[in-house]
C-alpha cells in the first residue's frame, strides 16, 4: 500500500506543479550515513551503515539515481552477525522547491543481500533537499523497500551531502552571405528567453541609458557610482570587497531620497543562455537585499538581469569570465516632474 500511494503522489504531483531543480544533463553525487530497521522475517535488529549515490537530471525536476549502502547487522537467537548489501535504482522527481527547499518523491527497483538471504523487490523514497550554494546541498531521505522474499520489507534513513556537477554547454554560431556587410546570425536554443522578454529588458536598459545621461551627477559621486562589483565563478555570494564597494554607495543614496537605484546582473560565457539569465538574477537580488540590510529602501530599487549578454571581455578564459561575473549600477535621480 505504501509503495502503491508513492506512485500515485509522486505521478500526481509531477503532472501538476513540477518544480525547477537543476538543468538537464547536471550529475549529483552523493555520500549519506544511513539507518536500517529490517523485516521481522530476517531476525536482524536495526543496523547502521554508510553509502554513495549517483544521478543524472534527464529533465530539470526529474533524475535517474542509483545508490548502494552497506552495514553490518547483529541478528536475534543468538545467530552469528551478518553484513548487509542494499542497492536502489529509481526515477526520483521534484515536484515542489521553496526557496532553497526541494521536496523529492522516487520509487523504483532494489536488491538486497546478506550471507543467508538474497531478495529483489520495489522501493518508494520520499526526502528533501536543502542548497547551500549552486554546487552543493544537504540531503534527507526515507526509503520503504517491499521485498520478493521478506514480508512488508525494510525501512531506511539517509542522511548526507549532494554535489553537482553542471553539464557544460555551448553556442552555435551560423554566417551568411548577405547584400551589403557580412551579418552573423546567433540560433537561439530552446532554453533562451523568450523574444518578449528580451525586448523588455532592452527597453529597460534604454530608459535608464537615457535617465543616466539627464541626470548625469559630477564630481566624487560619479566615479563612486560607476563602481561595479564582481562574483566568484557560479555563485551569488557578495564578498568582503563587494559589501566595501556598496558601502561607499550607501552615503550617496542617503543623500538624495529621490535617486532610483538599478542593479543589473551579468555572467560570465560558461553555462546556458537561461543559466546565466538565472544567475545573474541572483546576484542582482544579493546586491538589493545588502542595499535594504543597510536602511536604503526596497521602494527605490529595480533589478534586471543580462545573463551573459554585453559582456565587458569577450571569449573564453579565467580573465574573461572574472571581468564578466558583475553586478552593475545605474543610480538615477527621479526627473523632477515625477
Known sequence: MFIRSIMIVTAALAVAMPGTAQERGTIEFGG?????????????????GAGGRVGVFVLPWLSLEFDGLGSTASRTLGLQDVNVGMVHA????????????????????NDFDTNFHLSYGIHGLVG?????????????????????????????IQAGLAIYRHSPTTTQVVTRD????????????????????????????AE?????????????????????????HD???????ARAI?????????????????????????????????LGLRRAEATRAYLVSQGVAASRIQIATRGENDLVIDGPGE????????????????????
Open 319 to 338: 580573465r574573461a569570465d572574472a571581468a564578466n561575473r558583475r553586478g552593475e549600477f545605474r543610480l538615477l535621480v527621479a526627473d523632477p516632474g515625477q
Open 208 to 232: 535608464h541609458r537615457a535617465l543616466l545621461a539627464a541626470n548625469a551627477r559630477a564630481g566624487s559621486d560619479a566615479a563612486t557610482m560607476a563602481e561595479v562589483i564582481h562574483f566568484e
Open 90 to 109: 529509481r526515477v526520483t522527481a521534484v515536484p515542489l522547491k521553496m526557496g532553497r527547499t526541494s521536496l523529492l518523491i522516487g520509487a523504483g527497483v
Open 128 to 156: 528533501a533537499k536543502f542548497d547551500l550554494n549552486d554546487n552543493l546541498a544537504l540531503r534527507v531521505d526515507a526509503i520503504q523497500d517491499r521485498m520478493s522474499m521478506g514480508g512488508g520489507g525494510n525501512r531506511s
Open 32 to 48: 549519506f550515513a544511513s539507518g536500517t530497521s529490517f523485516d521481522n522475517s530476517l531476525n536482524m535488529n536495526n543496523s547502521f
Open 246 to 278: 556598496l558601502n561607499s554607495k550607501v552615503a550617496i543614496f542617503r543623500s538624495d531620497p529621490e535617486m532610483r537605484i538599478v542593479i543589473t546582473g551579468y555572467a560570465s560565457q560558461p553555462g546556458t543562455e537561461a543559466y546565466n539569465m538565472a
Open 235 to 241: 555563485s551569488s555570494e557578495l564578498s568582503s570587497a
Open 178 to 205: 548577405v547584400p551589403g556587410p557580412a551579418a552573423a546570425l546567433t540560433t537561439q536554443r530552446p532554453d533562451s528567453v523568450s523574444a518578449a522578454e528580451t525586448a523588455r529588458l532592452r527597453a529597460i536598459e
